[in-house]
């Protein structure tokens, strides 16, 4: 008897386990919890300018044989909060990436 109500505990706690991982809501997260975050190019924009008050203070395109799958790469800060942002936005794809941290240091050239 012991026997099955261990196994009938089992069950349930192994059942309840499965819902969870199922129920997963995507949340906004800190910008110092994200390493790299990729979504799409829009969803992206609208974090890093929206959510985080970043503005772009920097932008380029890559022109490197290794990297011809990036179009462009924006960097952006809040110069109040100190958090700095890379995007990196792919060409062929509606794909961009979003490299974040916070206490940047900006020195002139």
């Not at 995507?26 to 390493?35: Q, S, W």
């Not at 100190?82 to 974040?100: T, Y």
Request: net charge neutral; proline share 3%.
């Amino acid at each position: 008897m012991k026997f099955i109500m261990m196994c009938f505990v089992f069950f349930m706690l192994f059942e309840a386990d499965i819902v969870r991982a199922n129920d997963t809501v995507e949340e906004i997260k800190p910008l110092f919890d994200i390493l790299l975050y990729c979504n799409t190019k829009e969803f992206i924009e609208k974090v890093a300018t929206k959510d985080y008050n970043l503005s772009i203070a920097a932008s380029g395109i890559v022109n490197d044989s290794k990297h011809k799958g990036i179009m462009d790469i924006r960097f952006l800060i809040n110069p109040f909060t100190s958090q700095w942002a890379i995007v990196f936005n792919f060409r062929d794809i509606n794909k961009s990436c979003l490299l974040g941290g916070n206490d940047v240091k900006l020195y002139s050239p």
